[in-house]
């Protein structure tokens, strides 16, 4: 089964999230944070660990363009991966919990007032407007990422695929042993390939580098001609 939405928009700012909203309202509310979201991972280690255990997973870099999405529930082939589609990276490892039968894919404005009245108007307005929203049971599951370009009423789009399968209680659930650069430098590789097409350049004359904040799991990326 795959849930397909197109013409998805990152509002502006270069953050998708994936996650259990709701879930994530609950893991705020008891460790104490604040409705700032926003500030509140970027000024202490509230980002870091949200990730580490398994509520939400951030993806880093995304350029602003419309994107289409994917959620995959089945172990068939990713259709990333199919002969006529652009796969240009792919990246798995990644762990979710699911506790309200939910996982949504949304921006990073509404951590900037992650008030509960503004969490339900977002579910509400993803359910009516056809949004990146699908219904799971509850638990924990493995998320592989893939993203490049599928073919849209004969266009290429840029895509983000996602594979997403039950966990087995006997695996390991937790993110803590992941590089973050790994799925930062996954989802700068379609802004890096745009890049390129913008200035008429072969990719290989655009290089990749990041700066690490010190203490922190924080990149910033940056093009080098």
């Known amino acids: 089964m795959i849930c397909k939405f197109t013409e998805v928009l990152n509002d502006l700012v270069d953050y998708f999230i994936l996650g259990d909203i709701l879930l994530l309202e609950e893991w705020k509310n008891e460790n104490n944070l604040s409705d700032d979201l926003a500030t509140e991972f970027t000024i202490n280690e509230s980002g870091d660990r949200v990730f580490d255990e398994g509520i939400v997973i951030p993806m880093s870099g995304i350029e602003n363009y419309p994107y289409t999405i994917l959620f ?127 200035l008429d350049l072969p990719y290989n004359h655009l290089h990749l580098s990041f700066v690490r904040f010190s203490h922190s799991k924080h990149y910033v990326l940056l093009f080098l001609f």
């Open 72 to 198: 995959h529930l089945s172990d068939d082939e990713p259709e990333l991966c199919k002969e006529k589609s652009r796969l240009q990276f792919r990246k798995s490892g990644y762990s979710l919990k699911v506790e309200h039968n939910m996982l949504i894919l949304f921006t990073w404005h509404i951590l900037e007032r992650f008030t509960p009245e503004n969490v339900t108007a977002l579910i509400s307005d993803y359910k009516v407007c056809q949004k990146p929203i699908v219904e799971l049971e509850n638990g924990w599951y493995h998320i592989e990422i893939l993203g490049g370009e599928t073919l849209q009423d004969g266009e290429y789009e840029p895509t983000f695929e996602f594979m997403i399968q039950p966990v087995t209680n006997e695996e390991k659930v937790i993110n803590t042993d992941i590089d973050p650069t790994d799925l930062m430098l996954g989802f700068c590789t379609l802004q890096f390939h745009q890049a390129a097409k913008n």
